[in-house]
Structure formats: structure tokens, C-alpha cells
């Protein structure tokens, strides 16, 4: 069971998405559609924080990159680095199990387009800022984005001229966290090579290496 403070199934503090969530669940009533929780460990060493569900993925199957382009890589990328029991995410209540890892998402609910607003990022930004209070000093934060990037250093009370998002890029934090950037495994990065497996790949071996020493 996901902790009260890390999630809640039932908020609709962002009426906008509340709206369009309703909306979406008269269009498609076996949809999820509703907060996506994280998923993985509860004390993981890496986190990885994505934007939000997507329509026809998370906000689908009520587990984070899972039923979309985007969660086919980074499944498969986990299992290839240790981190999965399994490279492919079919359902919430499939077998497969992260180690060593939890996914979650910026903004929990889907929204429009897929564009948060900077207010839903903000408010949102309680959840992740109380997952981020749970990880082991020596965690690895991976930021799949910008808007992710900014999301982490906002939970963290950090300014991000101070820590400019880069792919590739490994931020010290204070108390030893380290902050890892990645270009977002979507479907337009991939299908433009902005971003390849073989870069996907480097920062996961990066994330290893900063783990395993």
C-alpha cells in the first residue's frame, strides 16, 4: 500500500485535471483515470521521476510507463541494468517487480495534451518532494526531462540556474543524492534520435556506476 504521504488516489487539489480526468473516464470506462501512484520499492536507491501519465499508458493502467512508446524503453532498459524482474510492463497487476528502483511522475494526474501548467506542477509538488524525503542518502534521483528536472530541484528547495538540465548531466545534492538528467523516452525523442538507446543506455550506466561505486 502506497503511504498517504507519498500519494492520494482520491485528489483533485488541480481542478482543471480533475475536469479532464472526468471527462476522460466517460470516454474510456475502463481506463484507470484516475492519480497514478508510484511504483517500485519503498526505500529505492534510484528514483526515477518521469512528467505524467500518459493517456492511452499510465492513465490507462494505473502503473507509471506502462501501455505506452515510452514505457516499452524504459522497461526493457531496467531489466537490461538490474532493476526489473522483467523488460516488458503490461498491467498494475502483472508480475513484474522493480529492485533497487521506484518510478513516479512529476504531476500524478494526466493532463491535457500532455502539458501540465507550472500551478499543477507546484501543487503536485508535496508528493514528490515526501518521496524524495524517504530516499537513502545515497540515492540516485533520475530526471527523465525538464520539466522533471525543474519538479526535483522544487521539492528540494533548490534553484535551477544553479542546476541547469542536461542530458547526460549528474548534479551533487546536498547529503549525497546525486540528481541524474535524461532526455524523456518518448516516442518524439526516440523517432527524431534527440534521444538513442546508446544515450539512453550511458545514463544508465552512469546511475549504476554511481550506486555500485
Known amino acids: 500500500m502506497t503511504d498517504k504521504s507519498l500519494f492520494n488516489s482520491s485528489c483533485k487539489s488541480c481542478p482543471r485535471l480533475a475536469r479532464h480526468l472526468a ?16 511504483f517500485g520499492v519503498s526505500k529505492p536507491q534510484l528514483l526515477i521521476v518521469g512528467l505524467a501519465p500518459g493517456l492511452h499508458g499510465a492513465n490507462a493502467t494505473g ?44 504531476v ?7 502539458k501540465p501548467t507550472t500551478a499543477e506542477v507546484v501543487q503536485c509538488n508535496t508528493y514528490l518532494s515526501n518521496e524524495i524525503d524517504s ?12 520539466i522533471a528536472h525543474g519538479a526535483v530541484l522544487r521539492a528540494l528547495g533548490l ?14 545534492l546536498e547529503g549525497g543524492r546525486r540528481l541524474l538528467d535524461s ?12 534521444l538513442t538507446p546508446e544515450m539512453f543506455d550511458a545514463v544508465f550506466e552512469r546511475a549504476v556506476g554511481l550506486l555500485d561505486g
Do not use: W
Not at 159 to 172: D, E, L
Open 63 to 106: 502503473r507509471p510507463f506502462t501501455g505506452d512508446h515510452a514505457g516499452i524503453i524504459l522497461y526493457k532498459t531496467l531489466f537490461k541494468y538490474g532493476f526489473s524482474t522483467g523488460e516488458v510492463s503490461v498491467t498494475a497487476t502483472d508480475k513484474l517487480r522493480l529492485k533497487r528502483c521506484r518510478i513516479t511522475n512529476a
Open 135 to 146: 530516499l537513502p542518502q545515497d540515492a540516485v534521483i533520475m530526471a527523465l526531462g525538464s
Open 159 to 172: 534553484r535551477a540556474n544553479t542546476y541547469p538540465f542536461g542530458h547526460g548531466q549528474c548534479h551533487s
Open 23 to 38: 471527462d476522460v473516464r466517460k470516454e474510456f470506462p475502463n481506463y484507470h483515470a484516475a492519480p497514478v501512484p508510484p
Open 108 to 114: 500524478k494526474c494526466l493532463p491535457p495534451e500532455n
Open 183 to 194: 532526455y524523456h523516452c518518448s516516442r518524439y525523442n526516440t523517432n527524431t534520435r534527440r
